[in-house]
Structures are given as C-alpha cells and as structure tokens.
C-alpha cells in the first residue's frame, strides 16, 4: 500500500497537463482580435494552477489525491465541454452543426489559420469532433514536450 506517495508524485504531472489543457482555450476564446502575449499567458498558467491547488485539495491537507484529483478533472471537463459547445453554437451562424471556412474565419482567426489542419476528413468543413481530435492532437504534443522522459516509441 503506497497509496500517498503515488499521489504526490502524480500530482505535479498532472498539473502540467492542466496547463497545456488551459492553454487551449484559445479556440474557445471570441476573436478579440488581440493575441495575448507569452509573458501574460504563462503567468496567467501560473496564477491558474495555484488557484486550481486550492479548489483540488478540498479538504486542505495540502496533497491532492486521487478522488480530489478525479472531482476535479470530471468539473474540469465538463465546464470546457460546456464552453466549447457554447463557442461553437455561436460561430455556427446557420446552425448546421459544422463550421464553414466562413464561419471559422468570423468566429476565431485561429481556427480559420488551421482550419485545413482540422478539417481531417478534408469536406470543407470542421465539426466539433474534428475540433476536439486536433485539440487532444495539440494537448498531446504539448505534454510530449514537457515529459523528462519520452518510453521509445515509434
Ligand atoms: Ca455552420
Ligand atoms: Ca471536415
């Protein structure tokens, strides 16, 4: 039984990969036209992951563990699924289900600039599976980056 020390190891990996999901909302954001900058965005990540530690440990031991953990990323998730069905209604102006090279553009810069990026299947179009295979696509190459470690793998 080592439950706890697994738990404080697992924590800081976990964060990080809070992080680069936090990074994402991007393609959520309204396209406000301004870019905001390295600097902002990592102390916003910073500031993020601390207010995050607080709302995780619920009951303040100062170690998360792995139901505290699992309550949040369940939240977690559901609020960006929320979000992201919110920004995506909003920019799909006809209400199809699926988002032209048009719609992309007035909705968010960055989704046109990767638009082909996203639309795997190629039609045209981006729907929100396609959306979220790119951004767990990102998320993944993000959180490569940040493993000390990569297992060989080819
Ligand atoms: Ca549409
Ligand atoms: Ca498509």
Redesign the pocket.
């Known amino acids: 039984m080592q439950k706890t020390s697994h738990s404080m190891r697992a924590a800081p990996i976990a964060l990080v990969a809070i992080a680069a999901l936090a990074a994402m909302p991007c393609l959520a954001a309204e396209g406000s036209g301004k870019a905001p900058t390295a600097v902002d965005e990592a102390a916003a990540q910073k500031a993020y992951i601390e207010r995050s530690f607080e709302k995780i440990d619920t009951n303040h031991d100062g170690q998360i563990d792995k139901q505290e953990w699992q309550a949040f990323i369940t939240a977690y998730l559901q609020k960006q699924k929320q979000d992201f069905d919110a920004s995506f209604a909003a920019a ?9 090279r048009k ?1 992309a553009q007035e909705a968010n810069p960055l989704l046109a600039k990767y638009f082909d990026d996203i639309d795997a299947d190629g039609d045209g ?1 981006i729907t929100p599976d396609e959306i979220r295979a790119a951004m767990v696509q990102k998320q993944m190459e993000s959180v490569d980056e940040i493993k000390p470690e990569t297992p060989a793998q080819k």
């Not at 799909?92 to 032209?100: A, F, V």
């Open positions: 799909d102006k006809n209400h199809d289900g699926k988002l032209s719609e179009f």
